[in-house]
């Protein structure tokens, strides 16, 4: 039970494309050999000492992190330091590394997103977009009959999806000829004789990260031994793709209320407040990670609290009126919180593809405290 690792690193560029990631980002595989085989990934906020010896004692052949080991330029790899040991370490074991960091970031259903769906945020958008996601409408020709085995088999959370409406198809009936060649074995029909088919052709739209997978879908159900798909590139905007994450809280709960919860939510018992805090809050801002850039965009797009997991000083600047607060939970918490759900996306994100791996989520602890 096992796929090549390049299988891996194309599924997971075509549901987190790199090309999502900002400039210069570490994003990929940044240490091993796409022919050899893996069975097992182990899933892990960062690649730190104990996740690596993890990764080595639970015998994976693929260490799978958020954040990338190799993010700033090697000029040594030397095993007396840390970063040359833990990357000696890898190799030695024949784990390979790779990463999805700011492309998993950005994604819809990736991090900041989950964040948002666990503070139990309404009508949420992006913070600050990055770029647009591009649309394609797929088209598949299908014998009368069958336009509803085929339909659901394209639909997920993304394909077919408008605005809040799901499994969004459109039908048109017409007449498909087809003539089987030697060899062939037709779903209808003889061979070597033309054949005519009563078909409808069945159109979706297709975000460009899930189209390779909603065609093997398709073509999983098809009845015909070949079906005939076209793709059509689109000009409509896709979803919009960014940093960050604001939305609203109709019942306005106190803000102490939305400390307990935060408190909760990233199991950390103190929080970091920056700003004059309103009595209750009914619109929030989130960025996972280092999100001290985004506050004005924050304050601008109406948030009264911004949570994020790091603000360095000059970041927080004074002067915001009364009634908006920043709230700084720790880099480390604001992501932790999101690999076990990252290790359930994968583990059907694999299935889906008939890869054959076992995703384990890295035991992990915060790499640092408070005296």
């Known amino acids: 039970m096992s796929a090549l690792l390049k299988e891996i690193m194309a599924r997971l560029d075509a549901h987190w494309p790199r090309r999502w990631a900002v400039p210069d980002d570490r994003v990929g595989l940044l240490v091993g050999d796409p022919e050899s085989p893996v069975?097992?990934?182990?899933?892990?906020?960062?690649?730190?000492?104990?996740?690596?010896?993890?990764?080595?004692?639970?015998?994976?052949?693929?260490?799978?992190?958020?954040?990338?080991?190799?993010?700033?330029?090697?000029?040594?790899?030397?095993?007396?330091?840390?970063?040359?040991?833990?990357?000696?370490?890898?190799?030695?074991?024949?784990?390979?590394?790779?990463?999805?960091?700011?492309?998993?970031?950005?994604?819809?259903?990736?991090?900041?997103?989950?964040?948002?769906?666990?503070?139990?945020?309404?009508?949420?958008?992006?913070?600050?977009?990055?770029?647009?996601?591009e649309w394609y409408k797929l088209t598949v020709f299908v014998p009368v009959g069958y336009e509803d085995r085929v339909r659901q088999a394209l639909a997920d959370d993304r394909v077919g999806v408008i605005g809040r409406y799901s499994h969004c198809t459109f039908a048109s009936r017409g007449q498909g000829t087809y003539l089987p060649l030697e060899g062939a074995r037709p779903f209808r029909g003889q061979v070597a004789a033309l054949s005519r088919a009563v078909e409808s052709r069945l159109e979706v739209l297709a975000p460009g990260s899930r189209l390779d997978a909603a065609v093997a879908r398709l073509k999983a159900v098809h009845p015909y031994e070949e079906p005939a798909y076209d793709i059509y590139p689109l000009a409509n905007p896709g979803a919009r793709l960014g940093f960050g994450r604001v939305g609203n809280w109709i019942s306005a709960p106190p803000f102490t209320q939305v400390v307990s919860r935060v408190k909760e939510i990233f199991g950390v018992n103190r929080v970091k407040i920056w700003g004059r805090p309103p009595e209750t809050v009914s619109r929030l801002a989130l960025c996972s990670g280092s999100g001290g850039d985004l506050i004005a965009a924050a304050w601008q797009r109406g948030a009264q609290v911004y949570l994020t997991g790091?603000?360095?000083?000059?970041?927080?600047?004074?002067?915001?009126?009364?009634g908006f607060a920043v709230l700084e939970v720790g880099h480390f918490a604001s992501e932790v919180v999101f690999i076990p759900e990252w290790a359930r996306q994968l583990r059907g994100n694999f299935q889906e593809a008939g890869l054959q791996v076992k995703v384990e989520v890295a035991p992990e602890e915060a790499p640092f405290g408070y005296l």
């Open 39 to 133: 069975e097992m990934v182990l899933v892990a906020l960062e690649a730190s000492a104990p996740v690596v010896e993890a990764a080595r004692a639970k015998e994976a052949q693929l260490l799978l992190t958020h954040h990338p080991l190799l993010y700033q330029p090697l000029a040594t790899v030397r095993e007396d330091r840390p970063l040359g040991g833990l990357l000696a370490a890898l190799i030695r074991g024949g784990i390979a590394h790779a990463a999805c960091h700011t492309n998993l970031d950005v994604a819809p259903e990736g991090v900041n997103d989950y964040l948002a769906r666990l503070l139990g945020l309404e009508e949420v958008e992006v913070l600050q977009e990055t770029s647009r996601e």
């Open 310 to 322: 790091e603000v360095r000083h000059h970041q927080a600047t004074p002067g915001y009126p009364e």
